[in-house]
């Protein structure tokens, strides 16, 4: 069975930091695409970073120079490092990976089940 589990939310105050990590575990062969996403109350969830399987980035506007993302190839795994963190960053984070399962031919999108982000003083 195949879990992408999220870790790492919290309550944080505004400007400090938080990274959360994202682990991908199951019959998997190759992992393409990993990206985060978010979703803030009464808001449609919006993608936040990319990493592809080589290492390019790529991160929506609102997070560029804050946000770090990055991935750790033997491990499954997935980071997002925070930085200057504001109230608008509020939000439930959700790790996103594109998996190739033993097996299979095409990759299958997996979603974690989301991990709560807090900025408030």
């Known amino acids: 069975q195949v879990q992408v589990v999220e870790s790492g939310g919290g309550l944080v105050q505004p400007g400090g930091s938080l990274r959360l990590s994202c682990a991908a575990s199951?019959?998997?062969?190759?992992?393409?695409?990993m990206r985060w996403y978010r979703q803030a109350p009464g808001k449609e969830r919006e993608w936040v970073a990319t990493?592809?399987?080589?290492?390019?980035?790529d991160y929506v506007d609102t997070v560029k120079g804050r946000f770090t993302i990055s991935r750790d190839n033997a491990k499954n795994a997935l980071y997002l490092q925070m930085n200057s963190l504001k109230p608008e960053d509020t939000a439930v984070y959700y790790c996103?990976?594109?998996?190739?399962?033993?097996?299979?031919?095409?990759?299958?999108?997996?979603w974690g089940q989301g991990t709560q982000v807090t900025v408030s003083s």
């Open positions: 990493v592809t399987s080589s290492g390019v980035t």
């Open positions: 199951g019959s998997i062969s190759t992992i393409s695409a």
């Open positions: 996103n990976a594109l998996l190739l399962l033993s097996g299979m031919s095409v990759t299958t999108s997996y």
